[in-house]
């Protein structure tokens, strides 16, 4: 039996025609985000600050705030668009880390640290996704090393707990020139027609025990501001390489910019997901 779940594209309203790749703008002040003083713009700065929206949180995870030396500053932002809010976020990172400061996000489904899901299809046995499309669509005026890259969380078991992290899975879509993943280059690879180069670190981070997980990058080889992105592709590939087990669990998607340095603004104009699974919808 199939479920099925779109985001409203409505939810994001396109707001500027069609998105477009990086560019600059000069430095705002240290530690202040450039969207915060900007008219007619809602800004939500203190870090972990959750808004509920339908099927999924936004949420300004900075997670290596603790790493800055210098004022700064990440807020998830809101503006009305046409009678419709529009959402993004803005930041101002001196400095510089290669893995990033913060990383705001959509969150669909549930992070592993979560107590609850977004919503009900997910957790969901990787095996049992027939259909997971990403569309999207975002404009970034910034400086400094950043990159747009949606991600998935894999685990062992349904229950979402660090300690059963296997894998994450992060794509770049968008990026700053010269900026790079963390980890070793392991070669390119074809999905859906896309050409990544291929990135890994294993043993990455701390599940709680000491332990890491495996954290894998595919980096395209052209920025897209803008377009679809085929979930389901890439986790068939990675199920033939060994790399992901048929019988793991997929308990989110996120979509988020990863913030090593500088300052800048993303606005969301268009943001969907269609799910299609094997698994029977709930009653």
């Known amino acids: 039996m199939n479920a099925r779940l779109i985001f409203p594209a409505t939810v994001l309203v396109l707001a500027f025609g069609c998105g477009s790749a990086s560019h600059r703008e000069p430095a705002p002040t240290p530690g202040a985000p450039p969207a915060k003083t900007q008219a007619g713009v809602t800004s939500y700065c203190d870090y972990d600050k959750r808004i509920p929206l339908d099927s999924y949180d936004l949420l300004n995870n900075a997670f290596a705030e603790d790493k800055a ?25 001196p400095g510089f880390d290669p893995l990033g400061f913060g990383y705001p996000e959509i969150v669909f489904g549930q992070k592993p640290w979560d107590a609850s899901s977004t919503d009900p299809r997910l957790p969901v046995r990787v095996s049992d996704v027939t259909a997971m499309t990403l569309r999207y ?19 062992s078991a349904a229950d979402a707990d660090p300690l059963t992290i296997v894998a994450e899975v992060a794509v770049w879509l968008d990026w700053a020139e010269g900026t790079e993943p963390i980890g070793t280059p392991a070669g390119k690879v074809t999905i859906d027609g ?57 308990i989110s998607l996120e979509f988020g910019a990863e913030l090593k340095s500088g300052s800048g603004t993303t606005w969301i104009s268009d943001f969907s997901v269609e799910l299609t699974t094997n698994t029977p919808s709930p009653p």
Not at 80 to 86: L, M, S
Not at 144 to 154: M, Q
Not at 236 to 241: F, P
Request: with cysteine; charged share 15%.
């Open 69 to 93: 030396t210098e004022p700064h500053g990440q807020c998830l932002i809101e503006r009305q668009v046409g009678g419709n809010a529009q959402y993004g976020w803005s930041w101002a990172w």
């Open 137 to 155: 669509q975002t404009e970034t005026t910034a400086t400094g090393k950043h990159n747009l890259s949606p991600a998935l969380w894999i685990t």
């Open 194 to 250: 896309v050409e990544y180069d291929f990135w890994q670190e294993l043993n990455h981070g701390d599940r709680g025990d000491g332990t890491g997980w495996n954290l894998y990058y595919f980096k395209g080889g052209t920025p897209r501001a803008e377009g679809t992105l085929d979930f389901q592709a890439l986790l068939a590939h990675m199920q033939s390489t060994g790399e992901v087990q048929p019988s793991d669990y997929l």
